[in-house]
């Protein structure tokens, strides 16, 4: 047993370097739907306990969002078991995933990564510290350059170029211990803002399986997502598993009446326009 772990330690990716720190060493991120924003930690009893990283990278002004040290609290409460680790996340503070990685990294038992949405920049980075890593089908991976903002003068600046020039090499190793990608090829995906998706994530080695599982909701709100009439609506809340009976009580009590019997014109999908007040029902459910 304590063979095969040291089989499983030694096979994992480097340590990534200690090269500073800061709230201003963010990648960029986007709103997220509150539904993915949380960190949680399910079944410690059980030999397989589950952290899941369904927000950003970091703190932010609130206080929300996932952080080294809730990592490591967290790690530190599920002992010497296997753990999964669920990621959906677009990212955030560099240098917390960094110190998230290395946790992972030095876990004293396997670390089994599942990509269910998205892991971008520093998700990404996370997600290579796992001693296998699935990732659904239609989720994805994102790379791209360390970014960061800076204040100061010419030699500030250029100081800044070194340290961004060192973190994305840092990445680079990284990407590197497990793709089949050369180093110069990695740095130019990272250049290229690359999006890997499922499949060709196993392809290239950042994953190692396609789950059957389907990746979850996007991490992004955007309105522009939300169902903008009754069919989408339905279909939207059928392949949340909604029953048709349940499906039809929201309507009534969203006061959507039921398809109008003769539609004019007999076009394709007629029938399924916004009756009077389905607009206002939908505004009232946005976020």
């Known amino acids: 047993m304590r063979n095969s772990l040291l089989a499983v330690l030694a096979a994992r990716p480097p340590a990534m370097p200690d090269l500073g720190g800061g709230n201003d060493w963010q990648f960029e991120t986007q709103a997220l739907d509150a539904e993915f924003a949380h960190f949680e930690v399910r079944a410690l009893a059980s030999d397989n306990p589950t952290i899941s990283i369904f927000d950003r990278i970091g703190a932010d002004y609130d206080g929300n969002g996932v952080t080294a040290s809730r990592i490591a609290g967290a790690l530190r409460s599920i002992g010497n078991k296997a753990v999964t680790v669920e990621i959906n996340s677009p990212g955030g503070n560099y240098f917390e995933g960094v110190a998230i990685y290395n946790l992972f990294?030095?876990?004293?038992?396997?670390?089994?990564?599942?990509?269910?949405?998205?892991?971008?920049?520093?998700?990404?980075?996370?997600?290579?510290?796992?001693?296998?890593?699935?990732?659904?089908?239609?989720?994805?991976?994102?790379?791209?350059?360390?970014?960061?903002?800076?204040?100061?003068?010419?030699?500030?600046?250029?100081?800044?170029i070194v340290t961004l020039r060192k973190l994305d090499s840092a990445m680079v190793d990284v990407y590197d211990a497990r793709s089949t990608k050369s180093a110069d090829e990695l740095l130019a995906m990272m250049k290229a803002e690359t999006f890997i998706g499922g499949q060709e994530a196993v392809d290239i080695g950042f994953a190692d399986t396609v789950m059957e599982r389907e990746a979850q909701m996007p991490v992004y709100a955007k309105a522009d997502d939300l169902p903008n009439d009754k069919a989408s609506l339905d279909k939207f809340l059928a392949t949340k598993g909604m029953p048709r009976a349940e499906r039809r009580e929201l309507y009534r009590a969203m006061g959507v009446g039921a398809r109008r019997a003769n539609p004019e014109p007999a076009t394709h999908n007629a029938g399924d326009e916004p009756d009077a007040g389905f607009a206002s029902a939908l505004a009232a459910l946005s976020i």
């Open 105 to 160: 990294r030095r876990h004293s038992a396997a670390v089994n990564v599942q990509i269910l949405g998205i892991a971008a920049s520093a998700a990404s980075i996370i997600a290579m510290a796992g001693d296998t890593i699935e990732i659904a089908h239609n989720a994805e991976i994102m790379i791209h350059q360390a970014q960061g903002v800076f204040f100061g003068n010419a030699d500030d600046m250029e100081a800044a």
